[in-house]
């Protein structure tokens, strides 16, 4: 009987000598780039090892920071991700191919850089209760650097369902709905006094079932105290507050968050917020790209945009609530069951939205 094989790519274990995982058709034999962990390395826990740890497999993605791979609990053999500090422009691998060390000179750097990649594992360990962001599972410190276990997202990030060359957009009656949810955590993060501070389409990822999760926590920040935030920008998606070090708040992540809403919608990135203050253009309303929009929805998008801080709705609740004026939909039947002499209240929601959109 042959040894089972533990598959990169899925992290399942698999009978057989094939070349190929039967279950998701990947590489049974895959390896990661030499610089970055090798696929089946086992992190334990320094304080804890009797909880057995994670494997880490294939590398889902890489940026300037970190690499993020899929991994395995052994204890429960759950499919999770892991994401691990490893700066490349200011680390390497040593020989062992798993402990991370700074390059010579840039040891405070490096430092600096996970001292910020733990703060952002601590944020994301406190957040419960919200569904629509990503769940931090459990963070550790080991190999001279730091790793966050989070839930493995089977989705598609919004970016991936946009495409300005074919003008390829999301209909706002797909988009829309689910954003309630999406508006109501993100509220709640911001009772906890946490900030974002990079809501864009490539961090909301749509997930299977329809409802949406905001991803990458990296840049976030605490609103408490008047401490001075790093400067972080992205074309298109960051309002003018970011070009300094103080003056951020709800209302940042307001402006992102409308920014993302108007390129899923109109497949086109918002003019710098920075280059509408200086010339004092403004962005086209979505309908006259040809957009679907009510005008009471359309009112709440401009309005989340607006380039000052202090003309734009100063938290995500007045958003929503400006973006969504009608109660949320319940989930209930339509009609009463079994079947009353009259249409449960939600059928006549259900009506003057469709009648909203022209579907009627």
């Known amino acids: 009987m042959s040894e089972k094989r533990l598959c ?9 000598e094939g070349r190929l995982c039967p279950r998701c058709g990947g590489e049974m034999d895959r390896q990661n780039p030499a610089f970055l962990l090798p696929a089946g390395a086992v992190l334990t826990p320094p304080d804890h090892p009797s909880q057995g740890g994670w494997q880490v497999g294939a590398v889902l993605g890489q940026g300037g920071f970190g690499a993020t791979y899929v991994g395995r609990e052994l204890s429960t053999g759950r499919k999770v991700a892991v994401k691990e500090y490893f700066p490349t ?6 020989r062992d191919g798993v402990t991370v060390e700074p390059l010579p000179g840039m040891e405070e750097t490096y430092e600096k850089g996970r001292y910020s990649f733990v703060k952002e594992a601590r944020v994301l360990s406190k957040l419960e209760g919200m569904p629509s962001v990503v769940q931090a599972l459990a963070y550790l410190e080991l190999n001279n650097t730091a790793y966050l276990v989070m839930e493995y997202l089977e989705g598609t990030p919004l970016h991936r369902m946009v495409d300005p060359k074919t003008n390829r957009r999301i209909p706002p009656e797909k988009l ?3 954003l309630r949810g999406l ?4 509220g709640l993060l911001h009772e906890k006094k946490v900030i974002h501070r990079d809501i864009a389409p490539d961090n909301i990822m749509w997930m299977p079932d329809g409802t949406l999760k905001l991803l990458d926590f990296g840049s976030a920040r605490s609103t408490e105290g008047d401490q001075s935030m790093t400067l972080f920008l992205k074309y298109g998606f960051a309002p003018v507050e970011q070009l300094q070090s103080h003056g951020q708040g709800t209302y940042t992540d307001v402006y992102a968050m409308a920014a993302t809403i108007y390129y899923c ?7 710098q917020a920075s280059e509408r203050l200086m010339d004092g253009k403004e962005l086209p309303p979505p309908t006259s790209l040809g957009v679907a929009l009510a005008p009471e929805e359309e009112s709440a998008l401009m309005w989340g945009l607006a380039v000052l801080p202090k003309d734009r709705p100063q938290t995500m609740g007045e958003f929503s609530r400006a973006l969504f004026p009608d109660p949320e939909p319940d989930s209930s039947p339509i009609f009463d069951s079994p079947p ?20 009627m």
């Open 183 to 186: 508006l109501r955590d993100i």
């Open 8 to 16: 990169p790519g899925c992290m399942t274990y698999i009978d057989g």
């Open 265 to 271: 919608l109109t497949a086109t990135v918002p003019a």
């Open 176 to 178: 829309l709905p689910p």
């Open 340 to 359: 009353g002499p009259a249409p449960r209240p939600g059928l006549w929601r259900r009506l003057l939205a469709l009648l909203r959109r022209g579907k």
């Open 89 to 94: 422009r200011c680390a390497r691998r040593s």
